[in-house]
Nanobody, 123 residues
Framework: QLQFVESGGAQVQPGESLRLSCTFS????????VGWFRQAPGKEREEILC????????IFADSAKGRFSISRDNAKRTVYLHMNSLKPEDTADYYC????????????????WGQGTQVTVSS
């Protein structure tokens, strides 16, 4: 069974950058697509970005375009979410989730989920 841990969440000021990590254990990472999601207080969870097993990136959230990116290091079993020019509206709990091979716009297709890491953007 896949298990993974998100880390890197912090409180930062608007305009700053942050890198979140999603580290897997139990299996190799090569055959999995990994998505990053977030849920802001009082809002539904949304998918931000995903990287497929073939290293193709899909951006699902318009708010992420030009500011967020995703990368993976299979040797370290880690997927990263790189966030730049952070805004107060980026404040949320951030989650990673995995699915076999391909990214999906349907969150319920992701089988394995982490516990989340909190990001707060505030001056």
């Amino acid at each position: 069974q896949l298990q993974f841990v998100e880390s890197g969440g912090a409180q930062v000021q608007p305009g700053e950058s942050l890198r979140l990590s999603c580290t897997f254990s139990g299996y190799t990472l090569e055959n999995y697509a990994v998505g990053w999601f977030r849920q802001a207080p009082g809002k539904e969870r949304e998918e931000i970005l995903c990287i497929s097993s073939a290293n193709t990136t899909t951006i699902f959230a318009d708010s992420a375009k030009g500011r967020f990116s995703i990368s993976r290091d299979n040797a370290k079993r880690t997927v990263y979410l790189h966030m730049n020019s952070l805004k107060p509206e980026d404040t949320a709990d951030y989650y990673c989730a995995a699915e076999n091979y391909y990214c999906s716009e349907y969150m319920n297709l992701y089988k394995w989920w982490g516990q989340g890491t909190q990001v707060t953007v505030s001056s």
